[in-house]
């Protein structure tokens, strides 16, 4: 299974940027997704989760400027980011939880590789 994220970039504080994570490979299914975000010399943060029944959970720094969503027919997740403040800036990692096909007793968590978000003017 991979986990394939695109859409970072530099933009300017006050501007918007998407991501979006593609699950690929011997899926069997899909439980919670999620994006997480780590900055220059500091630990890995969540920043959003969503579930298969579209529950969200969201970082408080984030709450009402970013917007988590999935498609599940398409095994995918996106973060809208709006508003965006230098403090956003981080590598991003998508994150999935669920089980595939080569033995789907058990568990598993996969990452994305991560992509780059610059806020600066």
């Known amino acids: 299974v991979q986990l394939q994220a695109s859409g970072g970039g530099l933009v300017q504080p006050g501007g918007s940027l998407g991501l979006s994570c593609i699950v690929s490979?011997?899926?069997?299914?899909?439980?919670?997704m999620g994006w997480y975000r780590q900055a220059p010399g500091k630990q890995r943060e969540m920043v959003a989760t969503?579930?298969?029944?579209?529950?969200?959970d969201y970082t408080n720094s984030v709450k009402g400027r970013f917007t988590i969503s999935r498609d599940n027919a398409k095994n995918t997740v996106t973060l809208q980011m709006n508003s965006l403040k230098p403090e956003d800036t981080a590598v991003y990692y998508c994150?999935?939880?669920?089980?595939?096909?080569?033995?789907?007793?058990?568990?598993?968590?996969?990452w994305g590789q991560g992509t780059l978000v610059t806020v600066s003017s």
């Open positions: 969503i579930t298969s029944a579209g529950s969200t």
């Open positions: 994150n999935a939880d669920g089980r595939d096909i080569s033995n789907v007793l058990i568990p598993r968590t996969w």
């Open positions: 490979g011997r899926v069997f299914s899909i439980n919670g």
